[in-house]
């Protein structure tokens, strides 16, 4: 099982990033997927997951109207377009993966999971 979040960079406050999630390794239409972020001396927290019908997708309420998620069953992937970004969303994102129809926040609830990208928020 191999995840691999992608697409963090520096950007300015009010500016956007699209993040992806690519998988292998596991069936990967029978699980949902979720973001996570770790901030310095933070916990990690969830961002946002989508279930495995692509429909209602749940935001910590945080990032609610700034952030949204989807995903793409044949390419495998799953995607975080972030808008208005604020210099508190600085932190590394990582993608995890667990076989339940729909999905949840919260971190221990997750198997698998990728190594991060980070993302900067900053003037």
């Known amino acids: 099982v191999q995840l691999q979040a992608s697409g963090g960079g520096l950007v300015e406050p009010g500016g956007s990033l699209r993040l992806s999630c690519g998988t292998s390794?596991?069936?990967?239409?029978?699980?949902?997927i979720g973001w996570f972020r770790q901030a310095p001396g933070s916990e990690r927290e969830g961002v946002s997951c989508?279930?495995?019908?692509?429909?209602?997708?749940h935001y910590v309420d945080s990032v609610k109207g700034r952030f949204t998620i989807s995903r793409d069953n044949a390419k495998k992937s799953v995607y975080l377009q972030m808008n208005s970004l604020k210099p508190e969303d600085t932190a590394i994102y990582y993608c995890?993966?667990?076989?339940?129809?729909?999905?949840?926040?919260?971190?221990?609830?997750?198997?698998?999971w990728g190594r991060g990208t980070l993302v900067t928020v900053s003037s």
């Open positions: 390794g596991f069936a990967f239409d029978y699980y949902a």
């Open positions: 989508i279930p495995l019908s692509g429909s209602g997708p």
């Open positions: 995890a993966a667990e076989r339940f129809s729909d999905c949840t926040l919260h971190r221990t609830s997750y198997t698998y």
